[in-house]
Structure formats: structure tokens, C-alpha cells
């Protein structure tokens, strides 16, 4: 874990003090906003769009994201909302990618409607990019020990002693009682990086994705492949992640989420939504 970069401790400014600190969560936040906007910049020119949208819309779908991923977070995490509603809504953890993606594409999709801009031409520019943040995002997640998977004693298991929350017996016990640690030492655990594993996985669909994204053949295709793998990647992720399980006792909400992306995605793909837009050569 590595949580903070550099602590600068109290620091005084015309009479006011705070306390500053460069988060590696935030900073990892910051490199997969700042990648995404000089790809996204990069293609805009190349389609022969403007390239001062892309810090419009790399500013919104920031903000429509992070209102999303907390509010999907808060969603999934109902008990202990209840128990610290403050703790957790001001906390700065949580945020969840699935949330995110929803909260951002609608604030993109109000963007693109304000400037009369095609929904699936820009669907495509931004698929390979929201796959990369979600690459670089998780590593972040590593860092300060956030959404991490089942205990485990595979030789790569990792603990998290200070994470959120700590991987300890009684810190699994507390948060995740459905998860069974009998087989387990008393103490702290090691468990699964999932973190690590979505990152790989995020990055390959990532590459994938941006070198076919020269060749789309029809509008909205390449953000159809999108839902596809990375609703793939995510469902079958969650299996080794802490998530409670809520149908059938075996899939969770991002499972049920992650089936509704492939299907879309799919159905599209067979069947795609003519959009009046030429082709891309």
C-alpha cells in the first residue's frame, strides 16, 4: 500500500491552515483524466472535429463520473451508509467505475446534445479511452487498498493492513460476514488483487479497441465492442471480488449490470442503429 505520495503536513496560507497531501488515488485520477484528455484531443483533430471539445468533455464525464461512482457506491453499501452517513458520503473512497461510467456518459450525452454532436460517432472516439481510465483507475484502488478480492493463499495474494477496509479476519467479519474465512488464520489476511487483475486485462481491451478504432465500418461499433469486453471482464471479475451477492446468492448488482452491458452491446453490434452518419474510412 502506498497511499500517499508526499505529506507536505500543515500548511499556512494567509492565516488559514490545512492539512495538504498528494493522494495516490487522486493522483492516479489525475493521470487517467489528463491520458484520456491528449488521446481524446488527438483523435478529435483526426475525425475532423474541434479539438477544444475534448476538454469539455473530459471535464463532464469527470464530474457526471465521480457523482455516479459515489452514488452507485452509496447504493451498494446501504448498512453502512446508515451506520456513518457522513463518514461515508465525505469519504473519499468508493469510487465505483460501473456508477462512474453511468454518471458519465449521461453527462456527456447532455454535452453532445447541447452541441448537436453525433451520439455514436463520439460513442466511438471515447470507448477506448473509458476503458483506459478504468485501467489506470485500479491501480490507484491498489494503492490505497480499495476494492480488492476474496481472501486467498496463492503465492500473489496480498494484504492490505491499512486498507479500506483493512484485510483482517476481524475486519471481514464486520464488513463482509457473508464471505467465509474459516479457513483462514486469525489475523490478517491476503487476498486476491483484483485491482492488479483489471488493470492487465483493462489495458489489453484498451489496446485492442484503439488500434480497430481507425477501421469502423459502422457507427457506434467500436463503443458496441466496448460494452462487450469490458461487461465480460467485469462479470467474471466480480466472482473473486468481496461484493455481496444478491441473486441467486451467486451474482452481485455489478454482475447483473456488467450481463445488461454485454446484451446491449451485443444486440447492437448484430443489429446497428443507423445513425444517418457516413462511414469512416
Avoid at 27 to 49: E, P, Q, T, W
Avoid at 62 to 71: F, M, P, T
Avoid at 73 to 92: C, F, H, K, Q, T
Avoid at 152 to 161: I, N
Wanted: glycine share 10%; aromatic share 16%.
Amino acid at each position: 500500500m502506498f497511499p500517499v505520495i508526499y505529506d507536505f503536513g500543515v500548511v499556512r496560507i494567509f492565516g488559514f491552515q490545512f492539512h495538504f497531501a498528494i493522494y495516490s488515488f487522486g493522483f492516479m485520477l489525475v493521470i487517467a483524466f489528463y491520458s484520456c484528455y491528449y488521446l481524446l484531443n488527438h483523435d478529435l483533430k483526426r475525425a475532423g472535429y474541434d479539438a477544444k471539445l475534448a476538454a469539455d468533455i473530459v471535464f463532464w464525464a469527470a464530474v457526471g463520473g465521480i457523482l455516479g461512482s459515489k452514488v452507485y457506491y452509496l447504493l451498494e453499501n446501504l448498512d453502512r451508509v446508515i451506520d456513518d452517513p457522513a463518514g461515508m458520503i465525505l469519504s473519499g473512497s468508493g469510487l465505483v467505475f460501473l456508477g462512474g461510467l453511468l454518471g458519465g456518459l449521461l453527462a456527456v450525452t447532455l454535452l453532445l446534445r447541447k452541441h448537436k454532436l453525433p451520439w455514436l460517432v463520439f460513442a466511438d472516439l471515447v470507448a477506448p479511452l473509458l476503458i483506459l481510465g478504468s485501467s489506470i483507475g485500479r491501480i490507484g484502488c491498489f494503492l490505497v487498498g480499495d476494492d480488492y478480492g476474496l481472501p486467498s493463499k496463492l503465492p500473489w495474494a496480498v494484504s492490505f493492513e491499512q486498507g479500506l477496509p483493512p484485510t483482517t479476519t476481524q475486519s471481514f467479519q464486520v464488513h463482509y460476514p457473508w464471505i467465509d474465512i474459516s479457513d483462514f488464520p486469525t489475523g490478517i489476511l491476503t487476498v486476491h488483487p483484483t485491482q492488479i487483475y483489471e488493470t492487465i486485462l483493462a489495458f489489453g481491451i484498451f489496446i485492442y479497441l484503439w488500434n480497430k478504432r481507425t477501421s469502423i465500418t459502422l457507427p457506434g461499433s467500436l463503443f458496441y465492442l466496448y460494452l462487450i469486453l469490458y461487461g465480460t471482464e467485469r462479470f467474471l471479475i466480480e466472482f473473486i471480488r468481496t461484493n455481496p451477492k444478491y441473486v441467486l446468492s451467486i451474482f452481485s448488482g455489478a454482475q447483473i449490470i456488467s450481463v445488461m452491458m454485454v446484451f446491449i452491446g451485443a444486440y447492437f453490434y448484430i443489429k446497428p442503429i443507423n445513425s444517418g452518419v457516413p462511414e469512416e474510412t
